[in-house]
């Protein structure tokens, strides 16, 4: 067993509130009429890896996403779905599950991560620098040419310093630095100590931490056992990887040299390929290794561990699904750009319509549109870069454009939406306006009513 | 074709009518002491860099890369400078032109500049140099580069020269022995951002400003660079000295003034060049590297035996060795690798030399080993010395058997005595340490200046300098034996300020290795330090990291109070600067305000810290016991009371250094403790703390914890005094 994967699928997050409910888990939420999990785990299933634990906060909800994954999965992965408590944190939960942890590497993806990047790459850069961590980046989607409906909120997300500050080397394969743009008051403080190792450091704040990781085994866990308050992979651990990576604490290093050592007595085959390691390792020498060496070159002095990156090549894609904006914007890339990822095969209008679906005359569906099982569509309706889901009602004379439109809505004569998203089973009444907002599950809203920019669903949440 | 460069001509011509010669700026005056003790004689340019005066490498280099008009500012022995140039080939080059601006008051770079400012003999770009630079880089390109930026803005007032250098990192020092620097760079534009050169060893982290990423998508953060100290500059770099007249050095305040108030937007950028060569001599680490770089042809073709102005031929034969031609050697004397031997010199049999610059007309005995080391003329090494990693100036003369140890630099006409052993680093010259008396320059420039100011020659005293330095030319007589041996003439210098620790760091002398594994430990330590630091610092880690906020006041915390900690030092320098070169008391004031604008503290803590200094002042006076201490406290609080005093405006502050008084009686100088009441005594007899500020203290301190109010215990007595006193008045 090579690599294990762990998939952090989260729970019922608060920012997603009101699209996720406990009926809806974050993992759940269908990205054109698939939920986005089976996004990280088709990927997956592409690398190859299809040994999983899938960690989910909340019983609840582990018990729907792993109802799901049984149903849809059953015979192409092999899935293990374990419940931990809400609100532990990233961290928290890899700690919950430690002891399922075996393989001597350990991928940690994000359930949420949207992406066309190969894990497989990913982890291939950590074995091939034996590095204690390696973080995928990817660079920070620029506003390209997006059409009228992205929202104002838009541009903001995409300012400088609301995503990572990463610090690089000159190779652009280890990670120096990282911290979350908006947590830095005002200075970026480097260490002196690293950036003298190595000489040059590039710091980026165009590139984004994908929240797809490789680790040591040996080394999570130790950083688990020993910062009981860490809780978040992505602000304690890798931070704190990062900067002690020329004074690592961290035992392993010891160890896993001794267990290598081992095995290279008992199975001479490996031995050959250890010196071949050694040796391509010993002609470019990483800052890490010069850094550890003595002062005259002599058996390392300092204990140093690797923390690597993996850029993303620019025209990946990669978006998470970590706010309602990510959530629209997400929809509308995987139907629109970035097709591909949707599994689905287009139309010569450039969308998708279920053959069950049913449009009344007079009706127009435009470019990068899905409709889903079982909708029905008035007379002179007009669906513009909109995901319609499954069993949706949708009366005459309504415009749809921008929005999502999840499962077994009923929307009535007369309505026009856009850049909103509604939820299933959700009502619209006759004639209702809406201009980017949120219709929570089950919400009905009265006929004649207009609104822009709000959150509509049940009281009792 | 024919037609569009005519084309193109018309546009430019308004260009051409302005169009001046290509200006440089040579400072023939490093403003530093460095190389002190031959400085005290000779200017720094003049001294031979293998052989050749060091302002003739730089001359060359103008010439050669274009510069017609040379304007060679002389400051220190200007007169030598002056006199040197007017005897040499450059004064009669044509469409090069040298013309010297001689002043006696310029105390650093700023004020050179400001100077020709005043003088309006620049009308264009210009390239601003030392005359102890050795570079051979062509400015074509650097120069086209910075003219295109300015075309496109006006604001790119600089382009900096600089060039790939590790620092070891161990030492962190470049191998031409300066600090490590560290650059941020915008990758694309090449824009400087971040300029830190005396680097605070104390701190392991670099702070860069967020907003600079907002501005720049990425940034190169480089500490494998040198600056080689060629500006490429614009008119404006002299009109920003004169509109600041507070910056003098050109890193230290120019580059970090622009970089970091960027009120005018004038901006720096930097020019890489990759395999020319272009280095500073900066002190006799560099002395030493550059010198073997030149013997070893990087710096080609400003080489020993190309001739270019103002050196005499030599041969270069196998193995990196240059012979001049007229040499007299013994045939059995061994001439190793890179080594130089000037003209008109004469070795003796088994003499052994290697890795050395011997100059002209020398006189080398025989059996003498030479390693490393750098002979300048007309010097005589009689039988069986030994030199290792030296420095020998014109006409000294060593005695028979004598030994250099590495590092030593013997200045001129010193005479070492026969069998005398000269020890690790020593500075030996005929002049006698100048010791600095009634400085009343308020800056600390004023140190650098000492040392370089004029001193016109050995033979006349050198009162007539504003009593800035005294050295005087004792009898030959009055020599004494013991200083360096029988028979010989000469001072050590006692090694000051520094100390003999960082010595090292800045010698011909290659770094020992006992030395490397110390400092290695050192750093060790350091880096647990800061990591611990950092720890704390870094919005993560430990902290529980429920609160955000609560974090980033932790980290303001952290900072704040390593500030203080800082700025109680800075305090404390500032304070023992006047105390032992009689700073006005108005100076110390000036100086300790701006302290406090920059470390952002309140005038309580001033108070406080002022406070500190002085206290420490009076512990460290030496005495026996505790009444002499009283004694030492009371005059030295009589001395420095008015200073005290005008930091304590209000009752808060007098509070504030009450328990400051407390917080040392504690912890750092527990001697006071027994000595609280009195003390408090003195404080309140010479005005310094009001009675209200005293009786506050002590009511504040009535509900604290027993241990808290050990000294309100002992100063009851006092404090009950001071009660009926303020009852009686009423």
């Given at each position: 067993m090579d690599f294990q994967v762990v998939v952090l699928a989260g729970g019922t997050s608060k920012k997603l509130v009101p699209l996720v409910s406990k009926e809806v888990p974050k993992a759940l939420l269908p990205v054109a009429n698939r939920p986005v999990l089976s996004y990280v785990l088709e990927l997956l299933e592409h690398s190859n890896l299809k040994d999983l634990i899938v960690v989910v906060e909340g019983q609840d909800a582990a018990l729907r996403v792993g109802g799901w994954i049984s149903g849809a999965y059953v015979d192409r992965l092999h899935v293990e779905v374990a419940a931990v408590p809400e609100d532990v944190g990233t961290a928290g939960a890899l700690r919950a599950i430690a002891h399922h942890l075996t393989a001597n590497d350990i991928l940690v993806v994000s359930g949420d991560l949207v992406c066309d990047v190969s894990p497989g790459a990913v982890a291939a850069a950590h074995r091939r620098h034996g590095a204690a961590v390696t973080a995928m980046l990817c660079s920070v989607p620029v506003s390209g040419p997006l059409e009228s409906g992205s929202s104002s909120g838009k541009d903001k997300t995409k300012k400088p310093g609301c995503c990572n500050i990463i610090g690089l080397d000159p190779t652009k394969q280890f990670l120096l630095y990282i911290a979350t743009g908006p947590e830095i008051e005002r200075d970026i403080r480097v260490q002196k100590s690293i950036l003298r190792a190595v000489g040059q450091m590039e710091i980026r704040a165009d590139l984004m931490d994908a929240h797809l990781y490789a680790f040591k085994r040996a080394v999570l866990q130790e950083v688990l056992d020993q910062k009981d308050a860490f809780q978040s992979l992505q602000q304690d651990v890798l931070p704190y990887l990062v900067r002690s990576q020329l004074r690592s604490e961290l035992s392993l290093n010891g160890a896993p040299h001794t267990e290598e050592n081992g095995h290279d007595k008992v199975v001479p085959g490996i031995n050959q390929v250890m010196l071949s390691q050694l040796l391509a390792k010993t002609s470019t020498p990483s800052f890490h290794e010069l850094y550890a060496m003595g002062p005259n070159g002599s058996a390392p002095v300092r204990r140093t561990h690797k923390c690597c990156v993996y850029i993303a090549s620019q025209d990946k894609y990669c978006a998470r699904l970590n706010s309602i904006q990510a959530f629209s914007d997400i929809n509308r890339d995987v139907i629109g750009?970035?097709?591909?990822?949707?599994?689905y095969s287009f139309s010569a209008q450039n969308n998708i319509i279920h053959p069950s679906a049913e449009l009344g005359s007079k009706t127009t569906v435009g470019q990068n549109c899905m409709l889903g099982e079982g909708s029905q569509l008035g007379d002179k309706c007009s669906v513009k870069r909109s995901v319609i889901g499954r069993h949706c009602r949708i009366g005459s004379n309504v415009k749809v454009v921008n929005s999502v439109v999840m499962n077994h809505v009923t929307i009535s004569d007369g309505c026009s939406i856009q850049g909103s998203v509604i939820c299933s089973n959700a009502q619209l009444q006759e004639r209702v306006v809406l201009k980017d907002c949120q219709v929570g599950a089950g919400f009905v809203v009265t006929s004649g009513s207009e609104y822009k920019g709000e959150f509509l669903a049940k009281k009792e949440r | 074709m024919v037609q569009r460069k005519g084309s193109t001509r018309v546009s430019e011509d308004a260009e051409e009518l302005v169009r001046v010669p290509l200006q440089a700026i040579l400072l023939a005056d490093s403003f530093a002491q460095k190389f002190r003790p031959i400085t005290l004689e000779r200017p720094k340019v003049l001294l031979p860099l293998v052989n050749v005066p060091m302002i003739d490498y730089t001359l060359a280099w103008l010439e050669s890369a274009g510069i017609e008009e040379v304007f060679v500012f002389c400051c220190a022995h200007s007169k030598q400078v002056i006199n040197y140039l007017e005897n040499s080939h450059w004064v009669s080059l044509p469409h090069f032109e040298v013309t010297t601006i001689e002043s006696h008051n310029s105390v650093s770079a700023g004020d050179a500049l400001r100077l020709i400012y005043e003088r309006h003999v620049i009308h264009g770009d210009f390239v601003l140099i030392t005359g102890d630079t050795v570079s051979n880089m062509s400015l074509t390109q650097a120069l086209q580069e910075h003219k295109d930026r300015r075309k496109k803005d006006n604001n790119a007032v600089m382009t900096m020269v600089i060039k790939r250098s590790k620092p070891s990192?161990?030492?962190?020092?470049?191998r031409l022995g300066t600090d490590e620097l560290f650059m941020a760079i915008d990758p694309h534009t090449k824009q400087l951002l971040y300029y830190e050169d005396k680097a605070d060893h104390l701190k392991g982290t670099l702070s860069l400003e967020k907003m600079l990423l907002a501005d720049n998508p990425s940034i190169s953060l480089h500490n494998d660079k040198q600056d080689c100290y060629i500006d490429i500059c614009s008119p404006e770099v002299l009109s920003i000295f004169t509109d600041n007249f507070d910056y003098q050095h050109l890193r230290r305040h120019f580059i970090k003034g622009l970089l970091v108030d960027d009120i005018m937007g004038y901006k720096i950028f930097t020019h890489e060049i990759h395999s020319n060569y272009a280095a500073r001599i900066d002190n006799f680490r560099s002395y030493d590297t550059i010198s073997k770089d030149i013997i070893q042809r990087w710096t080609y073709p400003l080489v020993p035996d190309v001739q270019f102005l103002g050196n005499c031929a030599a041969k270069l034969e196998r193995q990196g060795m240059y012979r001049a031609l007229d040499i007299g050697q013994s045939r059995s004397a061994q001439i190793g690798p890179f080594s130089i031997i000037g003209n008109g010199t004469n070795i003796g049999d088994n003499t052994k030399i290697s890795n050395s610059v011997i100059g002209e007309r020398c006189t080398i005995g025989s059996n003498v080993s030479i390693e490393g080391s750098y002979i300048w003329d007309n010097v005589t090494i009689e039988d069986g010395c030994v030199l290792k990693h030296a420095i020998v100036c014109n006409d000294v003369i060593m005695k028979s058997g004598a030994v250099l140890e590495p590092g030593v630099i013997l200045s001129f006409k010193v005479v070492i005595g026969q069998e005398f052993v000269v020890p690790a680093y020593s500075k030996v010259s005929l002049l006698q340490q100048p010791t600095k008396q009634?400085?009343?320059?308020?800056?600390?420039?004023a140190d650098h200046n000492s040392g370089v100011e004029?001193?016109?020659?050995?033979?006349?005293?050198?009162?007539?300098?504003?009593?800035?330095l005294t050295c005087k030319l004792p009898e030959t007589e009055a020599w004494s034996t013991s200083e360096v041996g029988s028979g010989g003439v000469g001072y050590i210098w006692s090694i000051c300020e520094g100390g003999h620790e960082e010595e090292w760091r800045h010698s011909v002398a290659p770094t020992p290795a006992d030395k490397l594994t110390e400092v290695m430990q050192a750093t060790d330590d350091d880096l647990e330090l800061t990591t611990q630091g950092s720890n704390v610092l870094l919005p993560s880690g430990e902290l529980v990291p429920d609160s955000n906020s609560n974090i980033s006041e932790d980290d303001d915390n952290e900072d704040s109070r390593d500030d203080s900690v800082y700025f109680e030092k800075e305090v404390e320098a500032t304070f023992l600067r006047a105390v032992h070169e009689n700073v006005k008391e108005d100076h110390v004031i000036l100086e300790v305000n701006s302290l406090r604008l920059s470390y952002n503290m309140t005038s309580a803590d001033c108070a406080g810290a002022l406070f500190y200094s002085v206290m420490k002042l009076a512990l460290e006076t030496p005495c026996n016991s505790n009444s002499e201490l009283l004694k030492n406290v009371a005059s030295v609080i009589t001395r420095w009371q008015k200073l005290i005093k005008s930091y304590l405006q209000s009752m808060d502050e007098e509070i504030e250094v009450i328990l400051k008084f407390e917080e040392m009686c504690l912890e750092s100088a527990k001697e006071f403790s027994a000595l609280f009441a009195q003390i408090l005594h003195i404080l309140y007899e010479k005005d310094i703390l009001q009675e209200d500020a005293i009786l506050k203290w002590a009511s504040e301190k009535e509900g604290a914890e027993e241990s808290d109010r050990v000294f309100v215990k002992q100063s009851e007595k006092f404090i009950q005094w001071l009660n009926e006193a303020s009852e009686e008045e009423d």
């Open positions: 750009e970035a097709s591909h990822l949707s599994g | 990192p161990i030492t962190h020092q470049s009634d400085s009343d320059e308020e800056l600390e420039y004029e001193i016109p020659s050995i033979t006349s005293t050198v009162d007539k300098l504003n009593g800035v």
